[in-house]
């Protein structure tokens, strides 16, 4: 016949107590970091951690979020039809993104996340085109965007912050911008597209 199990003493029952606490926290972090990237997401479907442990998935999670929010901002030229013109001294109407008032700075910041086992060395933003309406700019050109930092590295399975300054100046014709960028010289494409505003 077995015996019973001795009693639990106080401060074994209290570290299992903080324990299950710290799990069930672990539990809710990464509940709210996968809903987030789902919500965020452009489909409902969001590719799982390879590793399930609760910390390297909340960092998966929130990654994938973030990245999500980025692609909201820097949208994609799209296939369809031109816009009409506003008339002259209009203000233009709203497409979406950001907006910003000839005079102004843009500010964008940007998550640049590296997923793969190399680092990624030797990035140094830089603007490969400038449109508006789909035609090459005249009243904004390269010396008006500036990247902080200018250059960086990213470790990986890692990312790093970069932020997109676009000073527009207070001639430029109100309308629908794109930013078109890079990370490097043979990088691919990156568009980043706004809407410019009348000046006050």
């Given amino acids: 016949m077995s015996q019973p199990p001795p009693p639990s003493s106080p401060s074994e029952d209290l570290t299992r107590s903080v324990v299950d606490v710290i799990d069930a926290a672990f539990g809710v972090g ?11 997401a452009p489909t409902s479907e969001v590719a799982t951690p390879v590793n399930d442990a609760p910390i390297p998935a909340m960092i998966h999670y929130s990654l994938a979020a973030a990245t999500n929010l980025v692609g909201m901002v820097t949208t994609a030229i799209s296939a369809g039809g031109r816009a009409a013109a506003p008339a002259p001294g209009q203000a233009p109407a709203s497409r979406g993104g950001p907006r910003v008032r000839a005079g102004t700075t843009l500010r964008v910041p940007l998550s640049i996340e590296n997923p793969g086992e190399r680092p990624m060395t030797g990035l140094a933003p830089l603007v490969r085109a400038i449109r508006q309406e789909g035609v090459e700019a005249v009243g904004l050109s390269a010396k008006d965007i500036r990247f902080a930092p200018a250059s960086l590295e990213v470790a990986p399975r890692d990312f790093e912050k970069l932020t997109v300054f676009v000073t527009v100046p207070e001639t430029a014709a109100p309308g629908r911008y794109e930013v078109v960028l890079a990370l490097k010289d ?10 410019v505003a009348a000046p006050e």
């Fill in 186 to 195: 043979d990088g691919e494409d990156l568009p980043l597209s706004f809407e």
């Fill in 30 to 40: 990464v509940a709210l970091a996968r809903t987030a990237a789902r919500v965020t």
